[in-house]
């Protein structure tokens, strides 16, 4: 059973439904003495603040990226090919990376080799070295010039990186069927907060993924290390995300963007605005499990704020379109997303992509294969969710419309929040979804564990059609 909290202006009133019936939060890096990715420019352009070809580290005669100061102490990364958005994710010039402690130009010396994706450097299959710092970037904004497609992309790039390029001689498949690499690459180093804007362009990822992940796999952040300056304490994490007028094609289930490090919750606890109520007020929550507990908020706040107590990470979808497998998945626990403005998921069989005539086929569990591992029979179907995540917001105003060929169109382990305005249209279809298919038909929303919430406020509208 799932309980609803619609809280109107006139009170809060709650009913039980049924889910058949019925149809997630934050910025920070403290201690200003860490070290950043400074680049120790000599000259700065003072029209348009952009980084000169000779300070610019990545700086390449196929111009894949240009760095302009953004006013903060940071930098903007304009993109114009997928290098260079790989440049602007790994940040691999940043001396916060291990591999550059000794010589700041060692990345370029490992790239040129097409090392610089192994476990030793960028860390790109595994989680980061235990006990040491993790990395941060100073890039906190990626502008795309361009239409990203990383199908289209040099030997030596994807030898670093360690992607999916090649495509099949028939025409038809995921994307993963020469390279066979798997689809996640992990993305160790921290960005804190970091928009991706689109410029309404599209992404062709094929089957690749971003992977943030701290020291912990699908949990919290709980790593003691020893700081740039000497000193020793918890690893920061709080790696908030917000990517903007992009639209996304993808066949891997892990999505565009998958979380698996941190506490949803902390997120949460930071950006929710009630008062916090004090031992012996009514309703006094003293849970200490439960960072959303006033217990919590009184005691622990600032620690959430600088990403420790756990951490968190968290994705902000804003007039994003994706078509794919599944839109996002995180780790238990660890993430939640919130959509704003006009998005969409669509978690399709098949797809064609902008200015391509290949068909790409979503991953999925009920995929077949035939005896040469061929994943391009075409039959079978997609399973996915649009999203598998801990939390969801969907914020004011917003208009989210999400479908699926076979499959619940949220998987939620924690809670939904639709704010004012808000409207949601779901359509789960199928009968054979990946997870949680009890009663033989997709849900709207499926919340299989823990206490789940719906809480609705003001006009907040969710609708669930269903085989629609």
Known sequence: MVTITNNAQAGAQSQTITPLTTTSVPNLQANAAKKMNNFSMTTMPAANRIVRATDNPYDSPDHDLDLVEDGNGGYEADVYTAKGLFEAVWDPASPTWDFNRNNPDNWKALFSKGILGEDANLHLGGSYKANIYLPISNIHKIVLMNNIDLSKIDDLTVKNYRMNYQLPANNIGRGNEINSKTSYKYVAIRHDNLL?????????????????????????????????????????????????????????????????????????????????????????????????????????????????????????????????????????????????????????????????????????????????????????????????????????????????????????????????????????????????????????????????????????????????
């Open 196 to 468: 991706i804007d689109g410029k309404n362009h599209y992404i062709v990822m094929g089957f690749n993924n971003f992977a943030l992940i701290g020291h912990i796999w699908s949990g919290q952040e709980n790593q003691t290390v020893t700081y740039p300056d000497g000193t020793s304490g918890l690893q920061p994490y709080k790696e908030d995300w917000t990517i903007e007028d992009l639209d996304i094609y993808g066949t891997t289930y892990w999505g565009f963007i998958s979380c698996n490090t941190g506490i949803a919750k902390n997120r949460v606890a930071i950006k929710m605005k009630e008062p916090i109520k004090q031992p012996g007020d009514v309703g006094y929550n003293s849970d200490k499990n439960d960072p959303t507990s006033d217990y919590n908020r009184a005691n622990n706040l600032d620690d959430y704020k600088k990403g420790l107590a756990g951490g968190y990470s968290w994705i902000t979808y804003d007039n994003v379109h994706y078509v794919g497998s599944q839109f996002s998945w995180t780790g238990g626990g660890t993430s939640g997303v919130t959509i704003l403005g006009d998005t969409s998921g669509k978690s399709v069989r098949s797809f064609r992509a902008p200015d391509s005539d290949f068909i790409w086929l979503s991953e999925s569990n009920n995929l077949p294969i035939d005896s040469n591992n061929n994943a391009a029979v075409p039959h079978g179907g997609n399973d996915q969710q649009n999203f598998e995540v801990d939390q969801v917001e969907f914020g004011k105003d917003c208009n989210y419309t999400g479908t699926t060929y076979n499959g619940n169109t949220l998987e939620l382990t924690g809670s939904a929040v639709f704010r004012d305005g808000a409207k949601v249209d779901l359509y789960p279809h199928g009968t054979d979804t990946a997870e949680h298919h009890d009663g033989g038909m997709a849900y709207g929303i499926s919340m299989p564990s823990g206490t789940p919430t719906i809480n609705m406020y003001g006009s907040a509208q969710l609708n669930i059609h269903c085989n629609d």
